[in-house]
């Protein structure tokens, strides 16, 4: 089992920046890869980045590449997700994820899920 909690989000004006946090337990943190997703009202969960457990590569969506930066600290068994020129767009509750193997921009790949930190961007 693996608990992940995510903290960060918040109301914001377009431009501004975030930094989400997703804390995890239970299990080495070193031992998963990591995602991050959001999910609009009304929309299906989409993928936003994924970084790799040993190499540290990453991975990100078109639509946040350049603006969104994923990084992890094993030692702190967290995982970040920085967020710069934020737009309205980009409003969604956004969720950290662990995967052992699949494809990172599927969703059914991941396995542990947390609750969801709520981005507010305003125009």
Known sequence: QVQLSESGGGLVQAGD??????????????????????QAPGKE????????RSSGNKYYADSVKGRFTISRDNAKNTVYLQMNSLKPEDTAI??????????????????????????????
Not at 17 to 38: E, H, K, Q
């Open 45 to 52: 969960r989409e993928f936003v980045a994924a970084i790799n």
């Open 17 to 38: 920046s975030l930094r989400l946090s997703c804390a995890a337990s239970g299990r080495t943190f070193s031992t998963f890869d990591m995602g991050w997703f959001r």
């Open 94 to 123: 956004y969720y950290c994820a662990t995967i052992d193997s699949g494809t990172y921009c599927d969703v059914n790949a991941y396995d542990y899920w947390g609750q969801g930190t709520q981005v507010t961007v305003s125009s």
